[in-house]
């Protein structure tokens, strides 16, 4: 018996000692924060994204921002994207998933990141998942925001007033309520089973939301 134990304790110990020779030093001084800001159109995260990115020095991947200057810029992605992005509908997986890939894979390794309005189908949920094992990506918070239907259509067209935005008219903004319950929220139950998801309430102030998301990151 007292052997037995002895024999435990050390193969623990020396197990311990493998492990810390082999990947602690690599991890020690590049932990990073990565994050994935999930919630409806209109909901904050454009904005919440900028504060936490500056906050923790993020990488700030929009896939909007990314799809708006391509339109503006008549680039090929951004000939392809318009129709999509303008109807409230979204734009193809594919083309989607080729587009965050490129953006992960040229990443500084020690930085950490922010998804902005990405995953937004289970299909691009699933790609994520291979991407994040093939860059050997672990550690990735979901936070999602929330916010009555009737507030979110409030803000979008206020913005789309003060904006511009093609897609933030009554019509469009229906729309995209639409897709957002249909092929997006599914991605929510996706991720409460996989790696879990913090929920924050984002009826309030643009600085007490930050102050709750930081709270529970
Ligand atoms: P919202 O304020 O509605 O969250 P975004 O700025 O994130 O808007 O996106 C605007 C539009 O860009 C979407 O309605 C869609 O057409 C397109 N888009 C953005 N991200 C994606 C994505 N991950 N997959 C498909 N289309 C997307």
Do not use: C
Request: proline content about 4%; hydrophobic content about 40%.
């Amino acid at each position: 018996m007292k052997s037995g134990g002895v024999r435990l304790r050390f193969m623990a110990q020396s197990n311990g000692v493998f492990f810390f020779a082999n990947s602690f030093p690599r991890r020690q001084f590049t932990y990073s924060m990565n994050l994935i800001l999930f919630g409806p159109p209109g909901v904050g995260k454009g904005t919440q994204a900028v504060r936490l990115a500056a906050a923790h020095n993020l990488l700030h991947v929009s896939t909007g921002d990314i799809l708006r200057t391509a339109i503006a810029e008549g680039t090929p992605l951004g000939n392809v994207a318009k129709s999509f992005v303008e109807s409230g509908g979204l734009v193809p997986d594919d083309i989607i998933i080729g587009l965050v890939r490129e953006v992960l894979e040229a990443k500084d390794s020690a930085k950490g990141f922010l998804l902005d309005g990405f995953p937004r189908t289970l299909e691009q949920a699933r790609a994520l998942d291979n991407l994040f094992r093939e860059l050997g990506i672990s550690d990735v918070q979901i936070v999602m925001i929330t916010a009555p239907d009737r507030e979110l259509t409030d803000r979008m067209v206020r913005r789309g007033l003060e904006q511009g935005r093609a897609d933030d008219n009554v019509d469009t903004i229906r729309h995209r309520l639409e897709v957002y319950y249909k092929q997006t929220s599914p991605v929510k139950e996706y991720y409460e089973k996989t790696r879990g998801v913090k929920q924050v309430d984002g009826l309030a102030s643009i600085e007490e939301v930050t102050e709750r998301i930081e709270k529970i990151l």
